[in-house]
């Protein structure tokens, strides 16, 4: 029985713990670290941190932050990162259930386009695609352009050509992208 619930500033070392395992070695200490920042940093609107829970321990994570373009105040837009699932604990559809129930939130609050930076063959499951976040352009550089996607939750109301993606300080490092 898995459970997803708000994670809270008690759940640090568990969530860090949860990407050191879950990502690769050249990986690790990156992802682990954006998830344990982006618990603490204070952005309008809010950052969403969830976590899932099997047999009493904390096996899974997903956070969504918010991004900005222009000075365009009607638009809502989100990214998902980071993503991780306790290796003994994936393909049991928890990845699935921590992406759903923030999709849900998201929905709910109004926010239009919601993006990932991820393999396609994950991400596409759940209707990223590349196509509509082909007119955004991230904050950096991509080292993998591919994985560039994102999924509109509400009706898209920014009709501009093109715009750039701002996102919040923890997200702000090259690396990452
Ligand atoms: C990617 C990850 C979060 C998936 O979590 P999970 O709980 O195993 O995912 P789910 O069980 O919900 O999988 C949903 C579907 O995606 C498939 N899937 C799982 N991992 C996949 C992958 N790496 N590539 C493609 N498909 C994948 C599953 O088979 C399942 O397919 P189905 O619905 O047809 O059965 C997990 O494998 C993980 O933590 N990986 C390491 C960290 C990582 O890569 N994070 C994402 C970074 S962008």
């Not at 759940?11 to 990156?30: M, N, S, T, W, Y």
């Not at 344990?36 to 941190?49: H, R």
């Not at 009607?74 to 049991?92: C, D, F, M, N, T």
């Not at 080292?143 to 993606?165: C, H, M, R």
Request: aromatic share 10%; glycine share 8%; net charge negative.
């Amino acid at each position: 029985m898995t459970r997803i619930r708000v994670s809270t500033s008690l759940d640090r070392d568990d969530i860090r713990e949860v990407h050191l395992c879950a990502f690769p070695e050249g990986e690790k200490q990156i992802v682990s670290t954006l998830a344990v920042n982006l618990l603490s940093e204070e952005t309008s609107p809010k950052t969403i941190s969830l976590i899932a829970e099997a047999d009493g321990a904390v096996v899974g994570h997903v956070a969504f932050s918010p991004v900005t373009i222009n000075d365009n105040k009607s638009w809502k837009g989100y990214i998902l990162a980071p993503l991780g699932v306790k290796p003994e604990y994936q393909k049991r559809q928890i990845g699935s259930k921590l992406i759903g129930s923030g999709m849900e939130q998201l929905s709910k609050m109004g926010v239009n386009v919601l993006f990932v930076y991820g393999d396609p063959n994950y991400y596409g499951k759940f209707g990223f695609d590349a196509d509509t976040a082909s007119r955004y352009l991230p904050p950096y550089e991509l080292q993998y352009p591919f994985g560039w996607q994102a999924i509109t939750l509400n009706e898209d109301v920014f009709t501009e050509s093109t715009a750039k993606i701002s996102c919040v300080d923890s997200l702000n490092d090259q690396e990452l992208w």
